[in-house]
């Protein structure tokens, strides 16, 4: 594709209130947003154009509860939309840093963080092939997709809160969710995309 990713979700996606944040506009996908034009995803949706449940309602539970992240540096693992570091900001984080592995979820968090008059730094690349990051609070919405994903993720998860950073984790209870390890704080009703209603929860790492 010869354009950027920013020139094409700038030009086929519709700037929309976020499903369940009605406080957050996002660029988002519809039917005529020609992502069957963008490979490398599989088959699948880019999940940065669509509202996942997990990042909904961790973004809500920091829009509702915004001294989870007032005054604090805040990491957005796997941001996605940029949704969840949005929200930080709004709430007062004191710094948002959001990371990726794909391109497209970069541009599409910096476009969205434009929208709604925030400051967000941008990584990209998987941070948890690295040292732990400078930050005091960690926040992770639907990243437990797959077993392998989820086996790699805990472990420097684990370590970070092993470190004294805080971890915030939104889900809607998918299978590889170690829920086990996890302290649900919230639950709301909110459907996943693609799916009917359902429930999804924010949990801390103890």
Not at 36 to 59: D, H, I, K, M, R
Not at 115 to 127: F, P, Q, R, S
Not at 146 to 171: F, Y
Request: hydrophobic content about 45%; proline content about 7%.
């Amino acid at each position: 594709m010869n354009i950027s990713p920013a020139e094409f979700i700038r030009n086929n996606l519709r700037v929309e209130p976020a499903r369940f944040l009605p406080e957050i506009s996002l660029y988002t996908a519809h039917p005529g947003s020609r992502l069957s034009q963008l490979g490398g995803y599989e088959g699948e949706p880019p999940y940065w154009a669509y509202g996942w449940a997990g990042g909904t309602v961790l973004a809500r539970h920091l829009l509702d509860f915004p001294e989870t992240v007032r005054g604090r540096r805040v990491l957005d693992l796997g941001c996605g939309s940029g949704v969840v570091g949005i929200a930080a900001a709004k709430a007062g984080a004191s710094h948002v840093l959001a990371s990726d592995i794909d391109a497209y979820a970069l541009a599409a968090t910096r476009l969205n963080a434009a929208l709604n008059e925030v400051e967000i730094d941008l990584a990209e690349g998987d941070l948890t092939g690295g040292p732990l990051p400078e930050v005091d609070i960690v926040l992770v919405g639907d990243l437990f997709y797959d077993k392998a994903t989820a086996a790699r993720i805990l472990p420097w998860l684990s370590a970070c809160r092993a470190a004294g950073k805080t971890v915030l984790i939104g889900d809607p209870f998918r299978a590889h969710l170690p829920q086990d390890s996890l302290k649900l704080v919230a639950s709301y009703d909110v459907p996943d995309f693609g799916s009917g209603n359902g429930r999804a929860g924010v949990f801390s790492l103890p």
